[in-house]
């Protein structure tokens, strides 16, 4: 585990929660304040009344080999706690909009939800920000209750897979452009997911390599050519 949501009370109590998650001290991850009572979202409306904060480990290398298993299964029955949690929240967030639906699907440890209907598309935002930012809230929602951590990938009309496109051709032109230059190219910051379409397209092209470098949220992926 390289990095954990945590909640509490205050902004001191959150991070004390994600310390005891990671089992490490406070020099050892970068700390980030996701949401608190003073400032809360329209999209978070729903969500309680706590500070949320995202703490990653340090120095920690992103390694994107091929999925392997998760370590700490998660029973059916707290899958099914998540599910819950989350069915409750969408249907009190369906009634804010007039054309609006969902689709919880459970895929292994994970949760994948769709939101469907005219007025979805508005909750994507500027590259997903606001895509993103809701399936934090969710996260955080449903995991309430549940031992270990049922993971929630959000899509809105098909958001996810048409920017999967993009980035995959991105990453084949900006690689032939470094091969054809022999220049090192830095791309914009990246969310995690996102970074690693970026490393996994180019996984096999012998004549390049990627690798991230700077801090969330402005970790960055830099190309450049093997010699």
Partial sequence: ???????????AEAIENGLKQLNVSKDKVNIKVLENAEKRSFFSILAPRVVKVELTLKDVK????????????????????????????LDEFSTKFEDFDYDIKVNGNDINVELKG????????????????????????????????????????????????????????????????????MLEPMPAYERKIIHTRLQNNEKVKTFSKGEEPYRKIVISKNK
């Fill in 1 to 11: 585990m390289n990095s954990v949501i945590a909640e509490g009370k205050t902004t």
């Fill in 62 to 89: 992103e390694h994107y080999a091929p999925m392997q298993e998760h370590v700490n299964q998660i029973t059916p029955e707290q899958i099914e706690i998540a599910k819950k949690n989350l069915t409750v929240f």
């Fill in 118 to 185: 005219n007025d979805s598309s508005k909750l994507i935002g500027y590259r997903g920000e606001t895509l993103n930012s809701i399936q934090i809230v969710m996260s955080t929602i449903a995991n309430k209750n549940v031992m270990g951590k049922v993971r929630i990938i959000l899509d809105i009309a098909g958001y996810r897979e048409k920017r999967k496109k993009v980035l995959e051709d991105l990453a084949d032109k900006i690689s032939k452009t470094v091969i054809k230059t022999g220049k090192t190219i």
